[in-house]
């Protein structure tokens, strides 16, 4: 029963990616039909990280009260539910509203997926944290070559979202009882989570997080709109491009699996920041289509491993619960996520999409700093 709860967590990590950037592989064609600009594309990614922010902090109290699978199969179906919804969008205002019945589904898989794992295996050394994140990458890699194509096709963007709401409810019925397997009880009481929030590691980790994530976040979400509007290209070729970056975090995230546990999960984190900044700065000498692929393939490589090694690496050096510990330094990756979708929006309207993506080097320099600095407290 334990390895259908784990594969049902990774098929809904794999489908929350699939839905995450459904938005971002089809944002050309949707921002045509809806009139908007590229602040208001990234806005769309923003806006619902300021309500998945309070639903995540909410879910940990769900989670000790009802459990946590009852409320990740609630969440897939309001995932569902959105996704079947937003076709409907006539204007950005409309599409907002929408986005915000996707982003409470994304908010309840985000915050408990996690902790769910880690629940069914304590103390793992990361690798079955990693393995776990894999299905992230994959299921944007999986879904940016699919929609790409189908896109290119001439296919509707609103028919494929109501095909992935279909594939959201097949998932949330994979997942068994939770009558039937026994987990741990969380703690979802105020005063435990007052006792995190005093814990000084905790706000060095998920600022860690949140600049870290925000580095992926530029990639995911930018880089088909990026190639479409720099090379003038077919949907397909920005697909590609979001494939090759999704490509790299699996193929990271794998290899994270077996090196966390050679390498440490600290040591694998600064060589990964490290990494990841010193050839961040690519994107602005590049000028070829097969080159960047072949960048966005590595920065896949060197960031792969930094949301899952984060949470893993502050649950062994804080003595916390760890569900709402996880839940509360989600609550700094998703924002600093979307911080970069909206930054670079804004940017990308006043100097060009590409100088946008100064916010991945200046993002991954803070985070690697916030990891010295919590190594040497240690």
């Known amino acids: 029963m334990r390895s259908r709860v784990y594969g049902a967590a990774s098929a809904s990590l794999f489908i929350y990616s699939s839905s995450a950037i459904a938005l971002p592989i089809s944002l050309v064609r ?85 902790p769910l794992v880690e629940d069914l295996f304590p103390n793992d050394n990361g690798s079955k944290m990693n393995l776990l994140h894999a299905f992230w990458p994959i299921g944007t890699c999986v879904t940016v070559l699919v929609l790409g194509q189908l896109l290119s096709m001439g296919i509707s963007w609103r028919i494929l979202f109501v095909a992935l709401s279909l594939i959201v409810l097949a998932i949330g019925a994979f997942f068994p009882s939770s009558k039937k397997i026994i987990l741990p009880k969380s703690r979802g009481d105020f005063s435990h989570a007052l006792e995190i929030f005093t814990h000084p590691r905790f706000w060095l ?112 050096e804080m003595d916390v619960d760890p569900t709402p510990l996880m839940i509360f330094l989600s609550c700094f990756g998703l924002p600093g996520f979307s911080s970069a979708t909206l930054l670079m929006g804004i940017i990308g309207d006043a100097r060009g999409i590409q100088t946008g993506f100064i916010i991945v080097p200046l993002y991954l320099c803070l985070s690697l700093i916030l990891i010295l600095v919590n190594r040497s407290k240690h």
């Open 30 to 114: 949707i921002s045509q039909e809806l009139g908007l600009n590229l602040t208001q594309g990234g806005a769309l990614g923003f806006i619902t990280s300021i309500e998945q922010l309070f639903i995540m902090i909410a879910s940990s109290f769900l989670a000790a009260r009802f459990g946590k699978i009852r409320i990740i199969r609630t969440g897939l179906c309001i995932l569902a539910l959105g996704l079947a919804l937003f076709p409907l969008s006539s204007s950005f205002l409309m599409a907002i509203t929408l986005m915000l019945i996707i982003g409470l589904g994304n908010a309840l898989l985000e915050a408990l997926l996690t």
């Open 205 to 316: 980790f998920g600022l860690a997080l949140a600049f870290a994530g925000g580095a992926e976040g530029a990639f995911a979400y930018w880089s088909a709109s990026y190639i479409q509007i720099q090379f003038d290209t077919l949907p397909r070729a920005g697909a590609f491009g979001t494939a090759a970056f999704a490509v790299g975090m699996a193929v990271g995230r794998f290899a994270s699996s077996t090196l966390a546990g050679k390498l440490g999960l600290k040591s694998l984190i600064i060589l990964s920041l490290s990494i990841g900044l010193a050839i961040s700065g690519g994107i602005f000498i590049i000028n070829g289509l097969l080159a960047l692929y072949v960048f966005l393939f590595m920065m896949g490589l060197s960031v792969a491993c930094l949301w899952p090694s984060i949470q893993s690496l502050a649950g062994i």
